[in-house]
C-alpha cells in the first residue's frame, strides 16, 4: 500500500517536472509592437470622430439656450401660458434642482474642455510633447 503511494507521488512528480522542463522550451510569441504610421493613423481618426461631436452638442446648446431664454422672457412678461403660471412647488422644486445639477455639469464640461484645448495648444500648435 505503502509503495503505491510512493509510486503515485513519484510519477506526479516526474509529470509535473516534465510540464515544467517543456514549459522552458516553448516560444512564446511576442506582443506586437504599434508602429508610429499606426499611431498617427489612430490619433487622426480619434480627432475626426471628435470633430463629428461638435456640431451636436453646438446644436443641442443651442435649443437648450432658446428653452430657457423662453422661460426667462415669459416669467418676466408673465406669460399666462408657460410653466411658470401653472407650477406647483413641487414642479418648481423639481426644475430648480434640474437646472442646478445642469449648471454644474456645464461647469465641468467647460473645465475640461479648456483643459484638453491648453494641452492640444501645447502639443499641436507649438510642437512639444508633453
Known sequence: MRASFYVVG??????????FATDQFVIKKKKKKISVATLKEQCCQSCGDVLRFFPKILKEIAEIQSLELDAVYDLLEGSKDFFFAHANKEQLQELLTAVQVFEQKMHTMHTIAHEHKKYLQKVLVKGKVA
Open 10 to 19: 513519484c510519477a506526479g512528480l516526474l509529470i509535473s517536472c516534465f510540464f
